[in-house]
């Protein structure tokens, strides 16, 4: 098995980390994101596979995750913050809201 | 680096060397079945289509039944045909004894299954044993080719398994071999970011049709592809937008240029990464992969899949522990959460590369091991009339 991190940074283009584990609001996570190690300090609670800033993404920029927009900020959003479907919205689709099929 | 394999006629290299015994409609499947239940070395083809279908799908039945025919993976084949069904069994037997395969055929209303039954068993056991002469010779790992896949996905998918198959996919690719995915479906609000990935405008314009066309046929039948996704589930587990789902999906084919799209159901051609148009359900994408010539699949798991294919290992591979832990008879490789980046995913990349290349000289997968994979299907478009 691999090495254990609480977080993960799918590309260095990136600016949300994806937490591996169940964060606590106010922790601390260190991660590698952009060939060096940031340590952030997450303002809310972050569930196992849901994402968390690394950067501050002013409304209407792009949320990058795999290394491409997977929708842009629907708020401005800080370092550490939970990011999901309260603060991004898609371009492509819906923001999912409906969930229907399946 | 290299593996051990089958040289075939058509210039191609098979990693198994089964004698196929495909069944031309699935009204012939049960002789299929109770041949090759009792002669070693058989694998059976077994589906649901070939009758009672329209010409496009008709058509596609007896392409596909031909690419399958035609797999490095197949010594030799014999066809179970019924005598009326759709399928061209004429142009089937001819174009896989074009590729230099041996060919038999038998016929159920002749004389009834029982007589098609005695002389289809004869007829495999001989193809059986002139397979058994062919011996394994080495190989360099530019004549690999792999086809990739996602199912029973979970959130470990889009952060492990998924990323450490397009690794795996990335290495095929830069040692010279051929990687093959598909699953249009999952393009979906990322179909965009694929085509940057098409070596040319021709490519690309393929990619978005395919993606139009898929998303025509759902409307056609009432459904909207686009509006439920992601799903409620999709968002409790942590994805926010159809683009995040479709990229966590599309990241197993590696990151290398797009050379060409293929139709469902034709053998590709030439070496590098190809799409191939065609549906995420297991069984019938399987039979995509294997129509176009694929010799392994590498399947990117969460949950824990259980499927196989009669003659094309499929590799099971996840990174939910949990999943590894509670599923040992069906999942072969645990790869950890390494993320996209570093050394820690190239790393496991070359691990599931060098499963490729054991599992290629002959190392059993566990769905070949426990016999689970003979019920695949044909992708069809339309109606059953």
Redesign the interface.
């Known amino acids: 098995m691999d090495r254990q991190e609480r977080a993960v940074v799918l590309n260095d283009k990136d600016n949300v980390a994806t937490a591996l584990a169940d964060l606590e609001a106010g922790s601390e996570v260190t991660v590698e994101a952009g060939g060096r190690t940031v340590t952030i300090k997450l303002t809310s609670r972050i569930p196992f596979g849901h994402k968390f800033s690394l950067a501050r993404i002013e409304r209407g920029a792009p949320v990058t995750k795999y290394g491409e927009a997977i929708g842009n900020a629907s708020t401005a959003i800080d370092i550490g913050d939970y990011v999901h479907v309260h603060n991004v919205i898609s371009t492509r689709g819906s923001t999912g809201r409906e969930g229907a099929d399946r | 680096m290299s593996f051990l394999g089958y040289a075939r006629a058509d210039g191609s290299v098979g990693v198994r060397n089964y004698i196929g015994v495909i069944s031309t409609v699935a009204c012939a499947n049960d002789v299929a079945f109770w041949i090759a239940q009792q002669i070693k070395g058989t694998a059976p083809f077994l589906h649901q289509a070939g009758c009672c279908q329209l010409m496009p799908d008709i058509e596609m039945a007896t392409r596909t039944l031909s690419a399958l025919g035609r797999n490095p993976n197949l010594a030799g084949v014999l066809l179970v045909s019924l005598g009326c069904e759709g399928t061209d069994v004429d142009r089937l037997e001819k174009e896989i004894a074009a590729s230099g395969k041996p060919v038999r055929r038998v016929l159920i209303q002749k004389a009834g299954a029982t007589v098609a039954l005695n002389e289809g068993l004869l007829f495999a056991q001989e193809l059986v044993s002139k397979a058994s002469e062919i011996r394994v010779q080495e190989f360099d790992d530019s004549h690999l080719v792999i086809g990739v896949k996602c199912g029973g996905s979970d959130?470990?998918s889009g952060?492990a398994s998924n990323?450490a198959v397009g690794a795996a996919c990335d290495l095929v690719v830069d040692n010279g071999g051929t990687c093959i995915f598909g699953e249009t479906t999952e393009f979906?609000?990322?179909e965009?970011?694929l085509v940057r990935r098409a070596v040319n405008k021709e490519v690309a314009d393929k990619l978005l049709k395919i993606v139009a066309d898929m998303e025509k046929r759902a409307r056609a039948s009432g459904?909207?592809?686009?509006?439920?996704?992601?799903?409620?589930?999709?968002?409790a587990?942590?994805?926010?937008?159809?683009?995040?789902k479709s990229?966590?999906a599309i990241?197993k084919s590696g990151t290398r240029p797009i050379q060409d799209v293929y139709d469902y159901g034709v053998p590709v051609k030439g070496k590098g990464l190809f799409v191939v148009d065609s549906p995420g359900r297991e069984p019938e994408f399987l039979s995509g992969l294997a129509a176009a010539g694929a010799q392994i699949c590498l399947f990117s798991t969460g949950l824990g899949v259980p499927q196989g294919f009669p003659f094309m290992p499929v590799i099971k591979v996840t990174g939910n522990?949990l999943t590894f832990q509670r599923l040992p008879d069906h999942i072969d490789v645990?790869?950890?959460?390494?993320?996209?980046?570093?050394t820690?995913l190239r790393?496991?990349g070359e691990r599931l590369y060098r499963e490729v290349l054991a599992v290629g000289s002959g190392k059993q997968t566990k769905a070949e091991i426990l016999g689970y994979g003979n019920f695949p299907g044909l992708y069809t478009l339309g109606p059953i009339i």
């Open positions: 959130t470990t952060l990323p979906l609000g990322a965009h970011i459904g909207d592809m686009r509006g439920g996704n992601p799903t409620a589930g999709n968002i587990g942590g994805l926010t937008s159809i683009e995040e990229l966590g990241v522990p645990l790869v950890g959460m390494t993320g996209g980046k570093g820690g790393e496991t």
